[in-house]
């Protein structure tokens, strides 16, 4: 058998090999296709038209962006500030918070951090709605409320403080309760980062002379465990843009109260559910996704790794 005939079967059977990747990785890609970026290519096309849910689309042209940018109130003052401060806030701090706590985890005895990671993680497991069954009997506006009996209990206020009336606190406890509940996967992904970090590079670091356990974080455990750390920043993104209805849980008012709380995917879900406007729901469908992809592109530039 000559040299030719030897890569010819060589050649042939790395083909073989690539061939068969392709039925591994054919079903996912068959799910990705169709429930993911067919239906982001619908929504982009049922922006430029009118489309209530029963008649045929029919073409507008820019109509639906140029309404929501100049004539759409409720999003222009309150739905998109208001996702964008939200975003600000929990995303940032919920992911900073998901690193520390995934570190004081990987401190402690292998028995105490899996019971404490349940605990942290099954927050992220329920729904909006069932989310605010808890919170709102904590803040909820009669002397029934936790927080109201305690301070009327304790003669701080003489008649109960209605919490989930008022817009402030409506936002404010709208970013605590998206806090409490953002140890999810990202938070799952950190803790194991952290703990397949190479031990002998810490050892290693100690005798080049590394002093204390700040240096350690900065210098080893953030740069080992990058992919991690960007798989994170892409779910805490997702997470906050994609909030919907916790306002409206926990006021029980749909739109809000002064529309506090209010966010896109609530205005989004308002249009299309509500007032069974398809095609003005899917413009807002394609903004979210512009903000989401311009997040994602800073989280990449500040994750990203030249190795």
């Known amino acids: 058998m000559n040299k030719s005939q030897v890569i010819s079967k060589d050649n042939k059977a790395r083909n073989r090999r690539f061939n068969t990747a392709y039925l591994f990785i054919g079903p996912y890609a068959i799910i ?4 993911v970026v067919l239906l982001i290519l619908i929504s982009f096309l049922l922006s430029f038209a009118y489309y209530d849910g029963v008649n045929m689309p029919h073409f507008i042209g820019l109509t639906n962006y140029v309404t929501l940018f100049t004539q ?11 996702t964008i401060k939200y975003a600000l806030i929990v995303g940032p701090v919920g992911y900073m918070l998901a690193f520390f706590l995934a570190w004081v985890l990987a401190q402690l005895p292998r028995r105490f951090r899996n019971v404490a990671a349940i605990i942290l993680y099954s927050p992220s497991l329920t729904g909006s709605v069932l989310i605010s069954v808890v919170w709102k009997a904590m803040f909820s506006g009669d002397s029934r409320g936790y927080i109201n009996y305690l301070l009327l209990s304790w003669g701080i206020v003489n008649e109960p403080l209605q919490f989930l009336q008022d817009k402030t606190t409506i936002f404010i406890i709208m970013v605590f309760v998206g806090l409490w509940s953002s140890m999810g996967i990202g938070f799952l992904a950190m803790l194991s980062g952290i703990l397949n970090t190479n031990r002998e590079i810490y050892e290693a670091a100690y005798v080049d002379g590394m002093k204390n356990r700040f240096q350690e974080i900065i210098y080893i455990t953030i740069p ?3 992919p991690q750390m960007m798989f994170g920043a892409v779910m805490a993104i997702v997470s906050t843009f994609n909030s919907a209805g916790l306002a409206t849980a926990l006021t029980g008012a749909s739109p809000t109260p002064q529309l506090a709380g209010w966010l896109i995917s609530d205005h989004m879900q308002d249009y299309a559910f509500s007032r069974m406007e ?12 512009m903000l989401v992809l311009v997040f994602y592109f800073v989280a990449n530039h500040l994750f990203r790794s030249d190795d």
């Open 32 to 35: 990705f296709l169709v429930f």
């Open 224 to 226: 080992s465990m990058r």
């Open 72 to 82: 759409d109130l409720d999003f222009m003052q309150s739905a998109l500030p208001n």
């Open 278 to 289: 398809m095609g003005y729901a899917s413009s807002l469908s394609v903004v979210l996704l």
